[in-house]
């Protein structure tokens, strides 16, 4: 590292902000668009899709490519000089997908974000820590690490002024899960995410949302909490009527659990709550997730429900009063 760069990242951490993360995921605005597939498996970065979310975006807080001050790539990484590792392969293919964006809309200043990095490892790669509950409540923390910070970065400035917009790179799409908690921290702090953008094609899929949408129930229902009526949570709660059903005490009638299942939905929102999560602030593909564990349709070591419960909040479930 030269001399030059080390100075630098000495002046950009004593003048950069204390950033923070939420103790509960932000939820992702209805308005989020599809993830852009913006296919760089052989570092030749397709930009048009990408283009034209931009364009829809900015302009519904009034900006447009030729107006907006400067758009920053942030890409979920480990600090590889907190981890003594060699840098991440992100970081390459992120400096390629800026390049691409420089090409093909040079009226913008591109930024990338090499400092606002995962800091706390959560070995998601491996097959062990897929597990349910496991994946639920490990929660990712970000941070700005200005010893990776390899130019300006004016979202952590203490004198920054005005709006920092950002789009989201990652290689690949499963859940959205690191997607959507880095999303959260950098609308928590005061960033603005347009969109996200997908290297790699989203697994057997066409096309990607990270927010919910609505899913066909064969059930109208009404819950009093209105939150309860949206996205996916109103198909949630028809599979855990049958999930909650099959672990409950012998004798119990389908009918007490159908009209109590607004508390069952709570009980199991405060239960994600613990866990740095909510209903509402769930992916899409996590909401699928979710639902196929209800019904015992991902792996086999399916927990029942009070097991589940109890695991969320790590202490004993207490019985929905009859």
Not at 59 to 68: I, N, P, R, Y
Not at 145 to 166: C, T, W
Not at 211 to 227: E, G, L, P, S
Request: proline share 3%; with cysteine.
């Amino acid at each position: 590292m030269s001399l030059l760069t080390r100075l630098f990242q000495t002046h950009a951490a004593s003048t950069s902000r204390v950033l923070a993360n939420t103790d509960v995921r932000l939820k992702l605005r209805d308005d989020f668009p599809m993830v852009a597939f913006v296919n760089g498996s052989k570092n030749n970065f397709t930009t048009m899709w990408l283009k034209d979310t931009l364009d829809r975006q900015l302009d519904k807080v009034g900006e447009t490519l030729d107006s907006v001050d400067h758009i920053t790539i942030a890409y979920p990484h480990k600090a590889a000089s907190a981890w003594k590792k060699k840098p991440h392969a992100m970081v390459s293919l992120t400096a390629q997908f800026a390049a691409a964006l420089r090409k093909d809309m040079p009226q913008v200043n591109w930024i990338i974000a090499d400092g606002l990095c995962e800091t706390r490892h959560l070995n998601r790669s491996n097959p062990k820590g897929q597990d349910m509950v496991k994946t639920l409540r490990k929660k990712h923390q970000f941070d700005y690490i200005a010893n990776e910070q390899m130019g300006d970065l004016p979202f952590v400035r203490k004198d920054h002024q005005g709006p920092s917009y950002f789009i989201l790179l990652d290689d690949v799409y499963a859940q959205g899960t690191t997607a959507a908690n880095m999303i959260s921290f950098i609308h928590h702090n005061g960033g603005h995410v347009l969109a996200a953008a997908s290297i790699e094609k989203p697994h057997e899929m066409n096309s990607f949302h990270l927010r919910q949408y609505a899913c066909k129930t064969d059930k109208a229902r009404v819950f009093q909490n209105d939150a309860y009526n949206k996205g996916a949570i109103p198909q949630i709660a028809e599979i855990l009527s049958g999930y909650v059903w099959c672990g409950s005490e012998a004798g119990t009638k389908r009918q007490f659990i159908d009209d109590h299942l607004e508390d069952y939905v709570q009980e199991l929102d405060h239960a994600l709550q613990n866990a740095g999560l909510s209903l509402s602030t769930l992916t899409m593909a996590e909401c699928d997730r979710l639902m196929d564990y209800f019904k015992g349709g991902y792996h086999s070591k399916t927990l029942g429900h009070r097991e589940f419960i109890a695991a969320l909040t790590q202490k004993p479930r207490v019985e929905i009063r009859r």
